[in-house]
Nanobody, 129 residues
Framework: QVHLVESGGDSVQAGGSLRLSCAAS????????MGWFRQAPGQEREGVAV????????YYADSVKGRFTTSQDNAKNTVYLQMNSLKPGDTAMYYC??????????????????????WGQGTQVTVSS
């Protein structure tokens, strides 16, 4: 059974930084692609960042470009989301997602949560002004 476990969520002041981690386990193969999504109360789920394990191709939402960076440690089946210059608008539950099926790294699934077959339970990020 596949498990995705996020960690690193916290409460910080605007301008601060956090690093989220997501470890995948329980599958024979490493994920082809992993993503970060977030959802604030009363709002729809929003794609934040995506990374393909093959080649490290990344995609970001416009709202986080230049502030957030996703990276991976393939040996640990773990992805990270480094979040800098945090804003109150970044407050949300952050979810990790994984796709184990083949996927073309030139496809940007930032707005396609159905691309991912597995999801974590989420980690809360709260940014105060």
């Amino acid at each position: 059974q596949v498990h995705l476990v996020e960690s690193g969520g916290d409460s910080v002041q605007a301008g601060g930084s956090l690093r989220l981690s997501c470890a995948a386990s329980g599958h024979t193969f490493r994920p082809n692609c992993m993503g970060w999504f977030r959802q604030a109360p009363g709002q729809e789920r929003e794609g934040v960042a995506v990374i393909y394990s093959d080649g490290g191709t990344t995609y970001y939402a416009d709202s986080v470009k230049g502030r957030f960076t996703t990276s991976q440690d393939n040996a640990k089946n773990t992805v990270y989301l480094q979040m800098n210059s945090l804003k109150p608008g970044d407050t949300a539950m952050y979810y990790c997602a994984a796709r184990f099926l083949y996927g073309d790294r030139w496809y940007n699934p930032i707005n396609d949560p159905d691309y991912f077959g597995y999801w974590g339970q989420g980690t809360q990020v709260t940014v105060s002004s």
